[in-house]
């Protein structure tokens, strides 16, 4: 027996345009957030750092802390908050390459961590401090702040530095709060905090400090766990949990008639997007780490005419699955904001918006027009991983077809979506939440069914009026006065007119013979 | 003789016939026009625009002023569209509007000077109406001449609305003071995943925003007698100085740079229309949205004013630059604190005193700097000139004109207007009383509060502009500074000092070659 549908490792060809793994610490469900100091126009990054003073300024892509007018309210707070989290191995990293060019005795230069807010001061509750003092020489101590107490985790390290001289300072903090501290290398702090060390970090000083920042970068990791529900869904009921999911149709490809439903196909019940113009079926929720998975049962690959010639069903555009998307109720081509999506048809597999990979598809292999087999599709996403993987309908196993990395990805809504012109039906769909410790929640089923009552209409808004029954209404009224006015001018002007007639007529009789022409 | 004899009969007929068809039609109304049920006595003819406040006012104040004035027959036409409204303007031909009310700026040479209006004093009233206005509206709505040509008749006072269980949520408790306090509130909202602004299309109302920020930093007599009456120190006018002088509106910009960012504001602000980022806005997708009091009016339709309030515009925090002793935002903001306390009733002006200056616990605070928070914070954003009333100098019934918006400006006619749209409007009145706002609703109460309490309203719409501001200029040459803070496009996004250099730039290009030559 034929067998048009093959494991797709054997059969495919694949034409992979570029296919590439980046650093497996790019993370996404899991995110890393950098936060640079410097924005594109060379001033200073306000979309990811607090600036509390306006003496501080960028110059030579270095950021530049002037100690003539520095105050203790002279602060440099990313935006970037750290949350406590073991999904990850470590909450956040900061890097910089640095001198400190003026450190007065009994002043304080300060790095610190676990910032409550942009406003935050040195000492308070929840700060996490890498501080530089003069003390004869620049010496650096790391103080954690819980319940009003200074707790001394460092004390007046010596780190061989100096005023104006560089140095490299890097410090993390790790999910499981051990802190570390290294100046040029050199490990000065590796200890438990007492703290959680959620916050954001920032540069503080109590006054009269400069600095010189060549390099300042903070990757704080996170994980997103977005509420959300498993899906599975089979349309047999005729209907689905509206609480889960939605659609929406908005027009048509031209061709009617166009929808987008449950119906019957082939003994199942399926979603059918039917010369359907823009619309999708998805989620409610935000799904961060998922996995969707659909059938593809039918699609349209060629034009249908009727006998009379007359297009009735176009050849569909390809199944257009989108997640990241951050609008709720989308009204428009709201595919285009996503993280990305792929374009799937008969010959094309795509990522579209990073375009890095497109797979060209035999179709004689994968998906059989003649019969009309459908195929399935597998999208997974874990930590900012993205893995597409098909099949035929008939196969047991996925092939993969194409991974990339998606490492701005945090969360978002997932949609199939027809793009303006589509016939082609989806089954047997799921959704599964991959976070870890994941937030699934209970939801109460609601039906996607909407029913609305018909009006009724009344026998005084089927009633046909006509004239006569006008007529006989305003009979029974009475004429108005209007109507009478008119009756009477128009008799008034018959009988002028019968009259001016017998008159000219007896006239003329009278005065038979006279000439034309005598008066 | 025959002759005549036919032609009499001819015209006889015909008289006849067309009694005959005229009687046979019926007379009809129809479009926006409305007459009253009081079909005898003189026209009043109205043209208003029907803004966010509606028409609903009008009616009432019509059937007040005709119960009233039984001489007179009032109707009106409406559009919500301006164009509509004004088209006819200056048509003395065709135009059959007795009185507008409605937008236009500077058109005098068609409307009728009001002070007539102005220096009486309306039936029943205990004041002049010129008494009963605020002092810096008026101050505004004279033009150059020194008569009052228009008046206003709708518009609003404008605030930071907010969404109350949201603030509640994020466990904020003092709202913001100054602007630097503002952008620690966003910082604390998106910590808590909510999005802290939205605004709509084309800048949202923020342009209101930045007159308050502009007459907190110059001063409202810099604001309006100088930087809009384009007049330079030396008494120049039109000054391109003015114009291109780094004054409250450069700090505006740096003040907009730290809280309108892309997390920030709301995805689609900058696309969407006021309708629809409105709707968002109410239905929780943003915690705060620059508004005006008529949005309670638009929120009574759907049932959610429960949880909006609005708190004053806070003040640029720039503002110490022109401070001598309070140089730190939080000594400026314990200030603030102390003057709202002062208007609330809290405390008095003496519990602060200390000599001829005040103290905030241990911190002296010079009178002269007292005073210029004080002045800054009871600055309250307003657009009344965005619609205003005048009579046609064409417009053959102006003592009826004069007469209705003499009722309409009357202690009766404001009670009408403000119990119908729940909307303020600067005119006190005459009695002393403050109109009774037990029935409105919390977020109409504080819009009142709002201006009750408000020493300055700037506005830009103001009649006292100088004429350039109708010839091209604006106070930052139509960059777009909202949306370059906030557009996720980074090729698009500006700092504020680029965008100060891009008004600059455009002022060097537009002043003498475009501008200067408009003025009319």
Request: proline share 2%.
């Given at each position: ?50 600036v509390g003073d306006e003496n501080i300024y960028v110059k030579d892509n270095k950021l530049m802390i002037p100690a003539a007018s520095s ?449 | ?46 043209a208003v625009w029907n803004s966010g406040i509606g028409i609903e006012w009008l009616e009432n104040v019509i059937a007040g002023f005709e ?312 600055t309250v954003a307003s657009n009344f000139a965005g619609q205003v009333s005048f009579v046609p100098t064409y417009s053959n019934s102006k ?122």
């Amino acid at each position: 027996m034929k067998n048009k549908i093959r494991v797709l490792s054997l059969s495919l060809v694949l034409v992979l345009v570029a296919c590439f793994f980046q650093d497996t610490s790019a993370l996404a469900g899991a995110r890393k957030l950098t936060s640079d100091f410097l924005a594109d126009s060379g001033e200073v990054n306000l979309t990811e750092w607090h600036v509390g003073d306006e003496n501080i300024y960028v110059k030579d892509n270095k950021l530049m802390i002037p100690a003539a007018s520095s105050t203790d309210q002279t602060k440099f707070i990313s935006k970037s908050v750290v949350k406590k989290s073991t999904a990850v191995d470590t909450l956040i990293t900061a890097s910089a390459a640095m001198r400190i060019t003026q450190l007065p005795e009994g002043e304080q230069f300060i790095l610190a961590f676990g910032l409550a807010n942009i406003e935050a001061e040195s000492g308070e509750n929840g700060n996490v401090e890498i501080v530089f003092a003069n003390n004869g020489g620049i010496v650096c101590s790391v103080i954690a702040y819980s319940d009003d107490e200074a707790i001394t985790l460092v004390d007046k390290a010596k780190c061989g530095i100096s005023v104006n001289s560089k140095f490299t300072l890097n410090a993390a903090i790790g999910s499981n709060g051990n802190f570390t501290v290294a100046v040029n290398g050199k490990n000065i702090c590796n200890k438990e905090l007492p703290v959680s060390g959620q916050g954001r970090f920032g540069i503080l000083q109590t006054g009269s400090c400069g600095a010189e920042i060549s390099e300042l970068s903070v990757v704080v990791q996170s994980y997103e766990t977005p509420e959300n529900v498993n899906i599975e869904e089979d349309f047999e009921d005729g209907e689905f949990d509206a609480s889960a999911m939605s659609s929406f149709v908005r027009g048509s490809n031209g061709c009617f008639p166009s929808y987008a439903k449950i119906e019957d196909y082939n003994g199942n019940k399926v979603f059918m997007f039917y010369n359907a113009g823009l619309g999708y079926i998805g989620t409610r929720y935000e799904y961060s780490n998922f996995e969707i998975s659909f059938d593809v049962p039918y699609f349209q690959y060629t034009d249908i005419y009727d006998e009379d010639k007359r297009l009735e069903v176009k050849a569909s555009g390809g199944v257009c699955l989108g997640f990241g998307e951050q609008n709720e109720a989308p009204e428009g081509e709201g595919y285009i904001q996503d993280t990305d999506f792929f374009l799937l048809g008969s010959t094309i597999a795509q990522s579209w918006l990073k375009k890095t990979w497109k797979v060209a598809v035999e179709d004689t292999n994968f998906v059989d027009k003649e019969n009309n087999v459908g195929y399935s599709v597998k999208f997974t996403l874990v930590d900012g991983k993205g893995t597409l993987q098909l099949k035929g309908a008939k196969d047991k196993e996925y092939t993969t077809v194409a991974t990339d990395y998606y490492e701005d990805y945090a969360k978002g809504y997932v949609r199939i979506w027809s793009s303006g012109n589509s016939t082609f039906a989806i089954d047997n769909l799921k959704i599964t939440n991959l976070d870890k410790d994941g937030a699934l929640v209970d939801t109460d089923y609601k039906s996607s069914v909407i029913t609305a009552e018909d009006y009724v209409l009344t026998d005084e808004d089927t009633k046909m009026v006509f004239r006569e029954d006008e007529n006989k209404a305003q009979e029974e009224k009475g004429l108005s006065s209007g109507e009478v006015l008119m009756i009477v001018s128009a008799a008034t002007t018959v009988v002028l007119i019968a009259s001016g007639t017998v008159i000219s007529f007896i006239w003329k009789r009278k005065k038979g013979g006279r000439k034309n022409g005598e008066q | 003789m025959m002759k005549k004899g036919k032609k009499y009969l001819a015209i006889l007929l015909a008289t006849a016939m067309t009694a005959a068809c005229l009687t046979g039609c019926g007379g009809g109304e129809g479009g926006n026009k409305k007459t009253s049920s009081n079909k005898a006595g003189v026209d009043i003819e109205i043209a208003v625009w029907n803004s966010g406040i509606g028409i609903e006012w009008l009616e009432n104040v019509i059937a007040g002023f005709e119960k009233k004035h039984p001489e007179y027959n009032v109707t009106f036409s409406d559009s919500s569209n301006i164009k509509t409204v004004n088209a006819s303007l200056g048509m003395a031909d065709i135009d059959t509007t007795d009185l507008y009310l409605t937008y236009v700026s500077r058109e005098y040479e068609v409307m009728e000077p009001l002070d007539d209006i102005l220096d009486a004093t309306a039936d029943g009233d205990q004041k002049s109406l010129k008494e009963k206005f605020n002092a810096t509206y008026l101050a505004g709505a004279q033009s150059e001449d020194g008569h009052y040509y228009s008046l206003t008749c709708g518009g609003g006072t404008l605030g930071m609305v907010y969404n109350t269980k949201m603030f509640e949520e994020a466990g904020i408790t003092q709202l913001p003071r100054t602007t630097d306090e503002l952008t620690l509130v966003c910082d604390t909202l998106k910590s808590y995943g909510v999005t802290p602004l939205c605004h709509f299309v084309q800048g949202g109302y923020y342009t209101y925003m930045t007159q308050v920020f502009m007459a907190q930093y110059d001063g409202i007599d810099y604001y309006t007698n100088n930087f809009y009456s384009c007049k330079d120190e030396a008494g120049k006018s039109p000054s391109k100085d003015v114009l291109t002088k780094k004054d409250g509106r450069y700090y505006a910009l740096k003040a907009y740079e730290q809280f309108i960012t892309p997390e920030y504001v709301l995805a689609g602000s900058n696309s969407k229309s006021h309708t629809e980022i409105q709707t968002e806005f109410l239905n929780d997708k943003a915690a705060m949205m620059f508004n005006g009091s008529w949005l309670s009016y638009e929120m009574r339709n759907l049932g959610s004013s429960d949880k909006f309030a609005v708190m004053q515009t806070p003040v640029l925090s720039s503002i110490k630059d022109k401070l001598s002793t309070v140089n730190d935002d939080k000594l400026l903001r314990k200030v603030i604190t102390a003057v709202d306390q002062i208007s609330e009733g809290k405390k008095q002006l003496s519990d602060y005193a200390s000599g001829e200056d005040y103290k905030i616990g241990d911190t002296v605070i010079s009178k002269a700097d007292w005073e210029y928070v004080t002045a800054a914070r009871n600055t309250v954003a307003s657009n009344f000139a965005g619609q205003v009333s005048f009579v046609p100098t064409y417009s053959n019934s102006k003592e009826g004109a004069k007469e209705f918006l003499k009722y309409m400006y009357s202690d009766e006619g404001l009670k009408i207007y403000a119990d119908t749209v729940q909307n303020p409007m600067p005119i006190a009145l005459s009695t002393g009383e403050t109109y009774d706002t037990s029935k409105y609703s919390a977020y109409a109460k504080q819009h009142f509060s709002l201006l009750e309490q408000a020493e300055n309203l700037p506005d830009m719409h103001m009649n006292k502009r100088h004429a350039i501001f109708n010839a091209g200029a604006s106070d930052f040459a139509e960059v777009e500074y909202i949306f370059s803070f906030c557009t996720n496009n980074a090729g698009e996004q500006m700092t504020a000092e680029q965008a100060w250099k891009l008004v600059i730039d455009k002022i060097n290009d537009d002043y003498e070659t475009n501008w200067l030559k408009n003025i009319k």
